[in-house]
């Protein structure tokens, strides 16, 4: 099975912050992965698919980025709703991997 | 627009069995792959099982053998047959439209306990 290793667990920012959410996979997946926002008590909402394509109507503040093994979710300027917590899955290969989740808090 | 709308949820003992359903609008059932995904209380996303529009099936490990996925696409629904149902099968279960989970339903929870 693919392992996804994804990074910080937690993170606390603010307003307007720059920040940078990490996926590894533990063998290559070419591009084949998703990111993810889940607020409490919601479904998981799809932010980008394929590395780096952004989901229809989801603000260009988020964006993907990453090939191979290494994968990157950024959030541009951090507004009230992003605070959130962000998985990645890898759709490569069965069976499907999630990361373990990134809680992003406010600072 | 996609909906998913998922039902069947519930309490039930260690041992017993569930029938999820997913009822699906606004696309053509019938031409979608189909996925189970689950959280339990408090923790992250764990994929379950998925169904291809021509009948190909995977199950997680940690249900094969157990759970049984299937479609009725004349009722464009999915569903999840749950067997030997285990305490660590406790979660909110979500149905997801193809295998990049483009759309979710809202979730059904399912509590095993005795």
């Known amino acids: 099975d693919i392992q996804m290793t994804q990074s910080p667990s937690s993170l606390s920012a603010s307003l307007g912050d720059r920040v940078t959410i990490t996926c590894r996979a533990s063998?290559?997946?070419?591009?084949?992965l998703n990111w993810f926002q889940q607020r409490p008590g919601k479904a998981p909402k799809r932010l980008i698919y394929?590395?780096?394509t952004l989901q229809s109507g989801v603000p260009s503040r988020f964006s993907g980025s990453g090939s191979g093994t290494e994968f990157t979710l950024t959030i541009s300027s951090l507004q009230p709703e992003d605070f959130a917590t962000y998985y990645c899955?890898?759709?490569?290969?069965?069976?499907?991997?999630f990361g373990q989740g990134t809680k992003l808090e406010i600072k | 627009e996609m909906q998913l709308v998922e039902s069947g949820g519930g309490l039930v003992q260690p041992g017993g069995s569930l029938r999820l359903s997913c009822a699906a609008s606004?696309?053509?059932?019938?031409?979608?792959?189909m996925s189970w995904v689950r959280q339990a209380p408090g923790k992250g996303l764990e994929w379950v099982s998925y169904?291809?529009?021509?009948?190909?099936?995977y199950y997680a490990d940690s249900v094969k053998g157990r759970f049984t996925i299937s479609r009725d696409n004349a009722k464009n629904s999915l569903y999840l047959q749950m067997n030997s149902l285990r305490v660590d099968d406790t979660a909110t279960y979500f149905c997801?439209?193809?295998?990049?989970?483009?759309?979710w339903g809202p979730g059904t929870l399912v509590t095993v306990s005795s």
């Open positions: 997801a439209t193809g295998g990049g989970y483009g759309s």
């Open positions: 606004g696309f053509t059932f019938s031409s979608w792959s």
């Open positions: 169904l291809s529009s021509t009948g190909t099936i």
């Open positions: 063998q290559a997946i070419r591009n084949d």
């Open positions: 394929d590395a780096t």
């Open positions: 899955l890898q759709h490569n290969t069965y069976p499907r991997t």
